[in-house]
């Protein structure tokens, strides 16, 4: 489903409409070339094509956390068409930025938590998580190992119902995790492998994720 038609059908639906939440608070230490939020890919910068992807995807809105020289995320970036909120102890790990995203979506809305890097995310794969998400429930992108077992990555779509426990369970760097361990049964894997990589830029030889 397009995601414009996809936002048409849940109006009305009784199905809570859902925020993207992109973090890109990190300075990206390991890659040594600033915030990741602003390294450059098709043309642009990570933040900005995925915050459009995002919302491209079907999510009604988009929240997106800067916190590493947010000043300069700001200034040189275009993401006036969402809202930006600044976690100004993101030093302190990823559980601060995931609380203020959390904290920032509208109320009544559920939370699609991304990472800014994600680059291979695609619309498409939004959409898929989108469309498979039940109320009460986790739902998250999964991809399969070696074995052929899938396992969890991001994007995760957290049930509006959830959403205040999620956030009180974050600590240090953690996020969503210490919630998702907490509350496996309540999670649902959804296979994106033919859709996106799944896989995070962490480190420079993994700088050809960039290439598009």
């Known amino acids: 489903m397009h995601a414009r038609a996809y936002?048409?059908?849940?109006?009305?639906?009784?199905?809570?409409?859902?925020t993207g939440v992109l973090l890109a608070a990190g300075a990206g230490t390991r890659l040594g070339r600033g915030p990741k939020a602003l390294l450059p890919y098709r043309g642009r910068?990570?933040?900005?094509?995925?915050?459009?992807?995002?919302?491209?995807?079907?999510?009604?809105?988009?929240v997106v956390v800067v916190g590493a020289e947010a000043d300069r995320v700001r200034s040189t970036t275009d993401l006036r068409t969402y809202k930006v909120v600044e976690n100004e102890n993101w030093a302190k790990g990823m559980a601060g930025s995931f609380r203020a995203g959390i904290e920032a979506a509208s109320p009544g809305h559920s939370i699609m938590?991304?990472?800014?890097?994600?680059?291979?995310?695609?619309?498409?794969?939004?959409?898929?998580?989108?469309?498979?998400?039940?109320p009460g429930r986790v739902t998250a992108a999964a991809y399969p190992d070696e074995s052929g077992r899938l396992k969890r990555r991001h994007p995760v779509i957290i049930?509006?119902?959830?959403?205040?426990?999620a956030a009180k369970a974050a600590n240090g760097d953690t996020g969503a995790r210490s919630f998702l361990k907490a509350h496996p049964g309540l999670v649902d894997l959804v296979d994106c492998s033919d859709l996106c990589s799944g896989e995070d830029l962490d480190t420079k030889d993994q700088l050809h994720l960039l290439e598009d």
């Open 7 to 18: 936002r048409e059908d849940m109006t009305g639906s009784g199905v809570a409409p859902t």
């Open 45 to 62: 910068t990570l933040v900005e094509v995925l915050a459009d992807t995002l919302f491209d995807g079907g999510c009604r809105e988009v």
């Open 113 to 134: 938590v991304a990472l800014v890097d994600q680059p291979g995310l695609t619309p498409t794969a939004v959409s898929r998580l989108l469309g498979s998400h039940r």
């Open 159 to 165: 049930d509006v119902g959830l959403r205040s426990q």
